[in-house]
């Protein structure tokens, strides 16, 4: 087997025994590392701190598995300006997530007589975006759409999230103990408010039930059609 020492330096190619002996010797482990090679390469290394360094070299390659995420933003060649500055705002989210930004802009109809306004969104919105990434070709049109990939920039040379907190963390919905307190429903003015009139069910004995009232003359003279 190949043997590779504590320093990363080759030893050579030896036998089994004369490696085992070796690492008993440096107070140390033999660890495969390439079994699928020829012959098999194995190294001289503290299998503990061997552990430790490869999870953290896991790590950190997950770290840049975002880069990996691509996401899309859809434009228009007429998209109103608030829209545009709502999809500028999840853009710069996915950028500072370490993710692609792929912005696709469909020409629909006559648009294509005018293919340069097209042009002057996507990069408007390019150029927004400088701090947070950069895109990775021109802008081109390819048949009805202008599609441009924009990739994240370094972190240390990336623009930090606007609208995120000092720990990089982004605002959530508002939790139940943070809910804006709802405002008083108005009350009805004494003048304004109907007067309940009493009824046979509001009373369990009603001291008008005994007395006959008629309606006067001038009420009924009033009441009655012409």
């Known amino acids: 087997m190949r043997v590779i020492g504590q320093d990363g330096s080759q030893i050579g190619v030896i036998t089994l025994a004369e490696a085992l002996t070796m690492a008993r010797n440096q107070g140390v482990d033999l660890v495969e590392i390439a079994a699928t090679a020829t012959p098999p390469v194995c190294r001289l290394v503290d299998f503990g701190k061997f552990r430790y360094e490869q999870a953290k070299k896991d790590k950190e390659s997950k770290k840049h598995q ?4 691509v996401k899309e933003i859809q434009l228009s060649a007429t998209i109103d300006p608030h829209d545009l500055g709502v999809k ?11 993710m692609k930004v792929k912005i696709a802009l469909r020409f629909r109809g006559r648009e294509m007589a005018h293919t340069e306004f097209g042009f002057q969104v996507v990069n408007k919105f390019i150029q927004d975006l400088t701090p947070y990434g950069h895109p990775d070709n021109e802008t081109k049109l390819v048949g009805r759409s202008i599609n441009v990939m924009v990739s994240p920039l ?39 408010a ?22 006067s003359e001038e009420s009924s003279a009033e009441g009655a059609p012409a």
């Open 66 to 69: 975002h880069a990996n995420k």
């Open 88 to 98: 500028l705002t999840h853009a710069v989210d996915f950028l500072c997530d370490d």
């Open 154 to 192: 370094p972190r240390n040379k990336r623009a930090k999230n606007p609208r995120a907190d000092a720990d990089g963390n982004l605002p959530d919905t508002p939790s139940d103990n943070h809910k804006p307190a709802k405002a008083p429903a108005p009350q009805a003015s004494a003048k304004s």
């Open 194 to 215: 109907p007067v309940a009139k009493p009824t046979e069910s509001a009373f369990a004995n009603n001291p008008f039930a005994s007395l006959d009232i008629k309606p």
